[in-house]
């Protein structure tokens, strides 16, 4: 691997913008090749066997775009796919995931009841306090499957009173009573982090928010440093995938990219 590969990012949809978004902002001499994997969007409801698939056909091509490393900014595919991944990709391409450097943060914070919502399959697989555990036995994680929000936030349904009120019924479930801290554990959620907010302010209860598109974007950072892959272009010029074009999807990545961005769709499914 060279210095000046680009970076592989991938999501079902616009969620792992809010990742690609903090990387570049951390890394700017960094060019990303991100893919959204629109056709199959959600991941969230899909099977094991399905994420595990569209993973290694994203990540296939994602290494024939040469890129040194690859960021599942995903948390469907991280918990069901990030072994499966591991193992199929070649080992001097380096794999970053989004669950393992959040449970690393909380890990170093003095939070002890920590809630995380998330889509189902993030939640079924169980991975959040398995890994959170596996570093600190002492924090207790109370899970939350949160369905509606991820496709609200891809159909840039957020910031209107039905929002708010979807929001409103999920964080108030007994289960995510006295937390001192909410992981939001989509990548999609960041989008709604100041709703969330609002619930918690408006119901006088001080929970921090973990978002973490910036703890993943230090996490690339120290990875690619201690491999002494940290990129010296002067200029980059990122690359935005889709599998399928979707109007929401140009609108949200323009808020995140700007002019910076022109979308390409590559349906890496047909022939
Ligand atoms: N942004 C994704 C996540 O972090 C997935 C949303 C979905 O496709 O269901 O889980």
Redesign the pocket.
Same mark, same amino acid.
């Given at each position: 691997m060279t210095k000046n590969q680009p970076i592989g990012i991938f999501?079902? /949809?616009i969620? /792992?913008l809010t990742v690609a978004k903090a990387i570049s902002d951390l890394l700017p001499n960094e060019q990303l090749i991100y893919f959204g994997d629109t056709a199959h969007?959600?991941? /969230?409801?899909k099977s094991e066997e399905a994420v595990k698939s569209y993973a290694e056909g994203i990540a296939t091509f994602l290494l024939q775009q040469n890129c040194k490393a690859i960021v599942v900014a995903?948390?469907?595919a991280s918990a069901l796919a990030e072994s499966y991944l591991s193992a199929f990709l070649p080992k001097d391409v380096l794999l970053i995931d989004?669950i393992q450097p959040v449970a690393a943060f909380l890990n170093s914070s003095t939070f002890r009841r920590v809630g995380v919502i998330?889509?189902k399959?993030?939640i079924g697989a169980n991975v959040y306090p398995q890994k959170i555990n596996a570093l600190n036995p002492d924090i207790d994680v109370l899970s939350l499957a949160t369905p509606l929000l991820?496709p609200m936030i891809e159909e840039a349904f957020f910031n209107n009173s039905i929002s708010q009120s979807v929001i409103n019924q999920y964080l108030s479930q007994d289960v995510l009573k006295n937390i001192d801290a909410l992981v939001l554990g989509?990548?999609?959620y960041p989008l709604i982090e100041t709703e969330v907010q609002q619930y918690y302010q408006q119901s006088g209860q001080v929970v921090a928010i973990v978002n973490s598109a910036k703890v993943v974007a230090l996490a690339v950072q120290n990875q690619l440093l201690q491999l002494s892959l940290l990129s010296t272009n002067k200029t980059v010029n990122h690359h935005f995938y889709v599998s399928d074009y979707t109007d929401s999807f140009e609108k949200s990545t323009k808020v995140f990219f700007g002019n910076q961005l022109k979308l390409e769709k590559q349906n890496i499914w047909e022939g």
């Open positions: 999501d079902s /949809g969620g /792992g969007f959600p991941f /969230g409801d995903c948390n469907t989004v998330a889509t399959g993030t991820a989509c990548t999609h």
